[in-house]
Each structure stands twice: as C-alpha cells, then as structure tokens.
C-alpha cells in the first residue's frame, strides 16, 4: 500500500489574531511575533497556535487583532541581521570600488601613488565633516588608498586593459606604430601604439612598451613585435598598416623592420609617421 501523502498547510491570514505570521524566509512555516520562534507546518493549525499563545504567552492571549498588526509592522520594518550583513557589504564594496575609481585618476594624471594617502583621503576627511557634518572615520576606513593599495589597483587595472584590449585585437583589424627611443640611462626602449574600430569608433590604445636588450636594428624590432603578439594570440594578419620614423633600422629596403614585416604580411600599408617628418 503506498504512504498517504502529507497534507502541505496553508498560512492564512487569520491566524494574526494567535500572533502568528508567516516566516519570511520559509513561507510554509508559521512565525509567532511574541517569543520570535519558528515552528513545523504541521503546527499551522488554529488550534495548535492558540495554545501556543495561551500556554507560552497567558499575558498576550486578549489581546486584539490591531496589537498583533502593529507588532507584525515594527517586525517588517526591524532590520535583520541578514540585512545589516548586506548593507555592510555594499559599504565594503562601494568602498573598494572608490579606491579603484581615485587610482585610475592618479595613474590618469601621472601622480605619485601616495597622494591617496597624503592629500586625497584627507580632502575626503575635510569635505565629509566640513560640508556634510558626518562622522568620516568609518568612511575613509573603507576606501584603501595607501601606496601599496594604489600600485597594485593600477597594476590589477592594467592587466585587466591589456587583456582587454588583445582580447579584440584577435579577431580585428588594426594599425599599429612604432617608435624606438633611448632613454637617459642608454637603454633602448620600444612602444607600440595601435588604432581600431571598436562600437564605431576609432579608438587608439598604448599596446606595448618593451625594452630592446641587445640592439635597435630592425630584425630586432621585429622579433619584438612578433613575439608579443604570439605571447598574445594576436595574429600579424591582423596588421593592415603601421607608421614608423623614416630611421634606417625602420625603413631599411633589406633589413628594415618595414622589410621583415612584409615578408609576413605583403599587403601591409606602412607609412611615415607626419610628427617625425
């Protein structure tokens, strides 16, 4: 024979007047508002709830029906602690996400990290108490802007860019150009720059600035190229045109960079770079 099933019981509104709602977090089961406790559904009968409040609570059972709607309202309205949790949290990570927002500025702006600590948070003190004459220590708490937290939110936020930005570079078109300088330490420095069409507009992006280790000819300027972008994934089909200074290691006819990236890619437009002309 097989088992009877359970009836499943229904809360009704009527059984406000025992001082019992449902719980919020499990509907099935029946809250009483006085003692706080959480009972079975099997207790969802008026019966078992009135002698819960006969027995557990003798000094409540006359009370009428507009006590037990007030307690529900202040019970509603009373913050849990699941909330409290919640809006912690979003405190937490409304902070967290200010400190990334002000060490974007600082790299923006090429400031020395330590202007969050130094100058940045105690301007965030002084507007806090000055004009909104709050407390701010529980604010400036939550927004990490020591040197240490800016350098590693810019680096978080550069590796996020660059795999971004390579990410679309994969499966795009793209110019790029190319400069070779030397810095006042004698060291050879390369950038890339690289200009794309992205949502319909022409976007252009830092891709690369790579040390040049044993010379500045142009199968070295290549091999850099090209090893960032096998490192990458970026395929050098994808480059349709690149602008280069008119330098020798640039534009030699045999062993320029121009000459080795034609032999990879032959329909690439190169052009002389206007500024260095």
């Given at each position: 024979m097989s088992e009877v099933k359970k009836k499943r019981r229904q809360y009704s509104a009527e059984y406000i007047k025992f001082g019992f709602?449902?719980?919020?977090?499990?509907?099935?089961?029946?809250?009483?508002?006085?003692?706080?406790?959480?009972?079975?559904?099997e207790a969802m009968k008026p019966s078992r709830l009135q002698d819960h409040l006969n027995k557990m609570h003798p000094n409540k059972k006359d009370k009428n029906v507009a006590y037990f709607q007030?307690?529900?309202?202040?019970?509603?309205?009373?913050?849990?602690?699941?909330?409290?949790?919640?809006?912690?949290?979003?405190?937490?990570?409304d902070g967290l996400r200010a400190s990334y927002n002000i060490s974007l500025l600082i790299a923006q702006k090429g400031k020395p990290h330590n202007i969050g600590e130094e100058?940045?948070?105690?301007?965030?003190?002084?507007?806090?108490?000055?004009?909104?004459?709050?407390?701010?220590?529980?604010?400036?708490?939550?927004?990490?802007?020591?040197?240490?937290?800016?350098?590693?939110?810019?680096?978080?936020?550069?590796?996020?860019?660059?795999?971004s930005l390579c990410d679309h570079l994969r499966t795009s078109q793209f110019s790029i150009?190319?400069?070779?300088?030397?810095?006042p330490t004698n060291e050879a420095l390369l950038l890339s720059y690289v200009r794309f069409i992205k949502d319909?507009?022409?976007?252009e992006e830092l891709l690369f600035a790579r040390n040049l280790e044993t010379d500045t000819k142009g199968e070295t300027i290549f091999n850099t190229l090209e090893k960032f972008c096998d490192e990458k994934g970026i395929p050098l089909k994808n480059i349709i045109s690149v602008a280069t200074d008119g330098a020798p290691a640039m534009t030699g006819c045999h062993k320029g960079f121009i000459a080795y990236l034609k032999n990879k890619i032959s329909d690439v437009l190169a052009v002389h770079c206007v500024i260095h002309r």
């Amino acid at each position: 024979m097989s088992e009877v099933k359970k009836k499943r019981r229904q809360y009704s509104a009527e059984y406000i007047k025992f001082g019992f709602i449902e719980n919020p977090t499990n509907p099935s089961s029946p809250l009483c508002l006085l003692c706080l406790k959480t009972f079975s559904n099997e207790a969802m009968k008026p019966s078992r709830l009135q002698d819960h409040l006969n027995k557990m609570h003798p000094n409540k059972k006359d009370k009428n029906v507009a006590y037990f709607q007030d307690l529900e309202k202040k019970h509603n309205t009373q913050p849990s602690v699941a909330k409290l949790f919640s809006t912690a949290a979003k405190q937490d990570n409304d902070g967290l996400r200010a400190s990334y927002n002000i060490s974007l500025l600082i790299a923006q702006k090429g400031k020395p990290h330590n202007i969050g600590e130094e100058l940045i948070l105690p301007a965030i003190n002084e507007v806090i108490t000055t004009v909104l004459h709050k407390p701010a220590a529980d604010i400036i708490r939550k927004i990490p802007l020591s040197n240490n937290s800016v350098q590693r939110r810019i680096d978080e936020m550069a590796e996020n860019i660059e795999e971004s930005l390579c990410d679309h570079l994969r499966t795009s078109q793209f110019s790029i150009q190319l400069d070779e300088s030397t810095l006042p330490t004698n060291e050879a420095l390369l950038l890339s720059y690289v200009r794309f069409i992205k949502d319909e507009k022409i976007c252009e992006e830092l891709l690369f600035a790579r040390n040049l280790e044993t010379d500045t000819k142009g199968e070295t300027i290549f091999n850099t190229l090209e090893k960032f972008c096998d490192e990458k994934g970026i395929p050098l089909k994808n480059i349709i045109s690149v602008a280069t200074d008119g330098a020798p290691a640039m534009t030699g006819c045999h062993k320029g960079f121009i000459a080795y990236l034609k032999n990879k890619i032959s329909d690439v437009l190169a052009v002389h770079c206007v500024i260095h002309r």
